[in-house]
């Protein structure tokens, strides 16, 4: 949740309608590798307790499922027609024009030196009702396979998130080693591959996409920096270009050694929330942000992941999210504002960024309805 900001010391302008963080102790888990393609059932136990029930049920059901061929995900070029968010049924926060007029504020704060990049965002939403969570998360996953997908059920929050998050916020790994990989820079993919080789090629020389995602690294080595052994801070790869089934995504990788006195929290906390969803500088980019924007970013903009027993976790950056609350279906996107920024393209970015989980959510309701009758 994006307003958690306020325990690393930065004020809320908005009040979120979600709550702002859902954890729950997983003690039961069934893990897959799938870099080698081996599954691990896992049980968290006191001292006391020899019981394996679990263990032993779980094992017999995943060796009686019958096998089934693995489904291999690839992009069509030939894209499917594709709905605004009004056409697929979505009202948006603020209208093109309102949007616009927005990156026109943040141009004006830039030129007037109060920050150099401001990650400006907006919200549409829906009315969808109970339909079935899970198939939603599953079409999505299909639509647009990502590395940091998630879904999550809060049943007694009214509660549900369907994410396909290309994005990691922070990793620590068992040796120590801490990483972030900011993505600053997108662009469509192209409807032939020729087409496609372009656009990526356009985005790997953007003189505005490299200023973005240079600015994020900057800021993320200053906030591991924090955290991490002097000198140990480094950049293996900078602004590497990874392509995703409806866009190609500049990204960045930032390590570093992870001081012994320094906990897990110490170096979310350091690091939270995603510079790539801020700003910079960070603090001051975030006031300027929470007063030009109408509501909380909520969950959007925060993190999903998991912290570990063995002082290990792996968070992600909440984009590209279905979130469902209270029979509402929310979905956010914005995009960096930096000098070079226009105020059109600005917008057709934002609404790219938001094309995968608007038209999840318009063809499952289709399908739903058409299963029904």
Known sequence: MYNLKVECGISNHHKSSTPDACFFFADNLIVIDHNYDDVYIMSFHDG???TTQWLDDTEKKLLGLKASAAKKFKVDLVQPV??????????TEK?????????EKCLKLIKDGESYELCLTTQMRKKIGQ?????????LREKNPAPYAAWLNFSKENLCICCSSPERFLQLDGNGILEAKPIKGTIARGLTKEED??????????EKDQAENLMIVD??????????????????????????????TMVSTIRGKKLPKMSPVDCVRAAFPGGSMTGAPKLRSMELLDAIENSSRGIYSGSIGFFSYNRTFDL???????????????????????????????????????RAPVNTVFEFQKESISDYE
């Open 48 to 50: 006391q307790t020899t």
């Open 82 to 91: 594709m709905h605004s968010p009004s056409e697929a049924g979505f009202v």
């Open 95 to 103: 209208s093109r024009e309102q949007y616009m007029k927005d990156v």
């Open 131 to 139: 339909i079935d969570y899970l198939g939603l998360y599953l079409k």
């Open 197 to 206: 080789e372009h656009l990526k090629f356009q985005l790997q020389y953007s």
């Open 219 to 248: 800021l993320l080595r200053n906030d591991l920096g924090r955290v991490c052994e002097p000198g140990s801070i480094h950049v293996p790869r900078l602004m590497d270009v990874e392509s995703y089934a409806t866009v190609h």
């Open 316 to 354: 992600n950056i909440v984009i590209r999210t279905i979130v469902i609350h209270d029979g509402e279906a929310s979905i956010g996107g914005g995009g960096a504002i930096v000098a070079l920024s226009n105020p059109e393209s600005e917008y057709q970015k934002m609404i790219l960024k938001t």
